[in-house]
Every structure is written in C-alpha cells, then in structure tokens.
C-alpha cells in the first residue's frame, strides 16, 4: 500500500463521517438559532429551554435517517474490508 491508497481511505473515512454527522449537527444547529431567537424575542432567559427542543429534533432526525446512515456506514465498512487482500500487494 503506497501513500496515494492511504490518502485516499484517509479521505473517505473523514469524508463518510462528515456525511453521517452533518444531519444530525445541522438540525442541531437550525433549532438552536430558532430557541435562541425565540428567547431573544420574548426575552425569556432559561438556560435549560434550548436542551429539550435540540434533543427532540436530533431524536427525530436519527428516527429518520436511521436506515440511510446505517447503509452509508455499512457500505463503507463492506468496501473497507474488500480492500484489505490488496493491501500486501
């Protein structure tokens, strides 16, 4: 295995990560900015207010996309495990 080979599953395997975790971070992000809003309008200061909707809205959106990051990581997984006999090459 030369250099390029390891670059290369260096950058999938960051790549593949950031793909199965940019869902779940985006939807954290989106409610975060509208509770933060929410409180900057109505002027309500509670810490604890931005946990439970952010912890909502990711357990639905791992709900959802459950089946698409399972198959995304399992398909990187299958195609990782395929390529170790090439590795004493």
């Known amino acids: 295995m030369n250099t390029d ?3 290369f599953w260096i950058q ?4 593949t990560g950031a793909m199965l975790a940019a ?3 985006g939807i954290a992000l989106a409610v975060g900015l ?11 200061q509670e810490m604890t207010l931005s ?3 952010k912890m909502v809205a990711v357990g639905i959106i791992l709900l959802l996309f459950a089946p ?11 195609s990782a495990f395929q390529f170790i006999p090439n590795v004493s090459r």
């Open 68 to 78: 698409w990051l399972i198959q995304m990581l399992v398909d990187f997984t299958t």
């Open 23 to 25: 869902p779940i971070l």
């Open 12 to 15: 999938e395997s960051i790549k």
């Open 5 to 7: 080979v390891a670059l």
């Open 34 to 44: 509208m509770v933060s809003l929410f409180q900057a309008i109505t002027s309500i």
């Open 51 to 53: 946990y439970i909707p």
